[in-house]
């Protein structure tokens, strides 16, 4: 038997490295083929042929740190980053945090995949060695990573504005249905949204504006004017202003309302939906939303010749396989309608019409 060694090979190895690097440096003399080799005064060439080797295997596990850095971030930063995509794999949906199962039952399938098919196939190649393996894992592991890195690259591509200081915000709702408004970029037709970062809130608080209302592909029904709007909304800071227009921009008046910020993206992995109304015979009859634990509490701004008009509180669906469902009315009188949504984005909703026949619009504000 081999009595166990008394000396702690850890300080025999640092003290070796030690011993070397200060010999060569203060060395004047013969160069030496290899820096260790300077210690064979000291060492003898087993050890030092050790701390060789050492050496070496080492370089393969400089990558690690690097590695399982980026691999544990798949509890945090890689969810996150789920969090803001719409899972959909073909007809799956898959939630953020559902993705952190794939590597357990990706292990379990691989496992007798690699033993019987992939290693024997390596084996009459003479690519088989454990090194070899090693090197092509993490070359596979590094491509892994930088398709993350370019996956962000294009979700923040994809974000909505950010919100700068002294700036809001501005929604912008035509609720007109035989014209289009134009009133800051492009026209807005009818039941459609246009979303105008970053106002000026001075301008905003003292709003002096003209909007251009002209028919939609030349409809007569239209009222062409141009109107000069002169008010003030009192936006504050991270707020959205939404302006809903209907007939009473003829009457220079614009229905709106604040928000913090609604340019954002779900922070469950939902959709987010603001969601305006304009009805007519609508009687406070409850909205109702599928895949949704929040109350949807209605705010009516104004009400005139049996119009209401109004807004729901911002709330963020779940989204499944089957569609959205959105409901208004009580009982034998609810009006349904399906939103196709995807997860990870956010949509404003224009609901119009009659109680007796409900028109749902959205746009997407936050593409995913």
């Known amino acids: 038997m081999v009595p166990p060694q008394k000396e702690n090979i850890l300080v ?8 070397s690097l200060r010999r060569k440096i203060c060395s004047k003399g013969h160069a030496k083929d290899h820096w260790l080799d300077y210690a064979d005064d000291k060492f003898d060439m087993k050890t030092i042929s050790d701390v060789k080797v050492l050496l070496r295997v080492l370089l393969l596990y400089l990558p690690l740190p690097i590695f399982w850095a980026l691999y544990d971030q798949q509890g945090s930063r890689w969810t996150l980053q789920a969090v803001r995509m719409n899972g959909q794999l073909g007809n799956l949906i898959i939630k953020p945090d559902q993705i952190q199962v794939v590597n357990p039952l990706l292990i379990i399938v691989m496992i007798p995949i690699f033993e019987y098919l992939i290693y024997p196939l390596l084996e009459k190649v003479k690519f088989n060695r454990p090194l070899q393996r090693m090197v ?23 974000q909505p504005v950010q919100m700068i200081n002294g700036h809001n915000h501005v929604v912008v709702i035509n609720g007109l249905s035989h014209c289009n408004i134009k009133g800051f970029n492009s026209p807005i037709a009818p039941y459609k949204a246009e979303v105008i970062p970053n106002i000026n809130r001075h301008f905003l608080n003292n709003f002096d504006h003209t909007f251009i209302t002209k028919g939609k592909n030349g409809s007569s029904k239209c009222r062409e004017e141009s109107l000069r709007i002169q008010t003030s909304f009192n936006v504050e800071d991270s707020q ?80 499944s396989r089957s569609d959205v469902i959105m409901s208004v009315g009580n009982g034998t009188d609810r009006k349904s309608q399906n939103l196709i949504l995807n997860q990870g984005a956010g949509y404003i909703q224009v609901i119009h019409g009659d109680m007796n026949g409900v028109i749902l619009n959205y746009n997407n504000y936050g593409n995913s």
């Open 240 to 319: 959205s202003l939404v302006l809903f227009m209907t007939d009473q921009i003829y009457l220079k008046k614009i229905n709106s309302f604040t928000y913090d910020n609604v340019l954002v993206k779900p922070k469950q992995g939902g959709a987010q939906i603001l969601t305006v109304f304009n009805l007519n015979n609508y009687n406070d009859e409850p909205f109702e939303v599928s895949s949704t634990n929040d109350i949807l509490n209605q705010t009516v701004l104004s009400t005139t010749d049996n119009e209401s008009i109004g807004y729901l509180n911002n709330f963020e669906v779940e989204i």
């Open 136 to 158: 092509v894992g993490g070359i596979l592991a590094g491509l892994s990573f930088i398709i993350c890195a370019l996956m962000q690259l294009q979700i923040e591509q994809e």
């Open 12 to 19: 025999k190895v640092c003290s070796c490295i030690t011993y």
